[in-house]
């Protein structure tokens, strides 16, 4: 069983960054992984996806050109640098992982972290 902790969450004024970290107990590189989000009341949304391998990303169109995923598997840890931050990118964010390949699908995904909040002020 991986477990996922993700961190890197906070408070931030709009046209600000962050950077995301997920740190899994066991071995990223066998798994295809992504970043979810969830706004309050709204249903869980893909934000971006990293294949396993050559590394391969996918990103939702609200974030393309402002978010990048990627990952370090020596430190088996995934990261979401997000720039240009809107107030509507204000959720709860998950990583998720899957020993496959990545999906935009959160329902298939095997593993969770606990979410870490970002919030962004207008």
């Known amino acids: 069983q991986v477990q996922l902790v993700e961190s890197g969450g906070g408070l931030v004024q709009a046209g600000g960054s962050l950077r995301l970290s997920c740190a899994a107990s066991?071995?990223?590189?066998?798994?295809?992984m992504g970043w979810f989000r969830q706004a309050p009341g709204k249903e869980r949304e893909f934000v971006a996806g990293?294949?396993?391998?050559?590394?391969?990303?996918v990103y939702a169109d609200s974030v393309k050109g402002r978010f990048t995923i990627f990952r370090d598997d020596a430190k088996n840890t995934l990261y979401l640098q997000m720039n240009v931050l809107k107030p509507e990118d204000t959720a709860l964010y998950y990583c998720?992982?899957?020993?496959?390949?990545?999906?935009?699908?959160?329902?298939?995904?095997?593993?969770w972290g606990q979410g870490t909040q970002v919030t962004v002020s207008s």
């Open positions: 066991g071995r990223t590189a066998t798994m295809g």
């Open positions: 990293i294949s396993r391998g050559i590394g391969s990303t």
């Open positions: 998720a992982g899957r020993d496959g390949t990545y999906s935009t699908r959160y329902q298939i995904y095997d593993y």
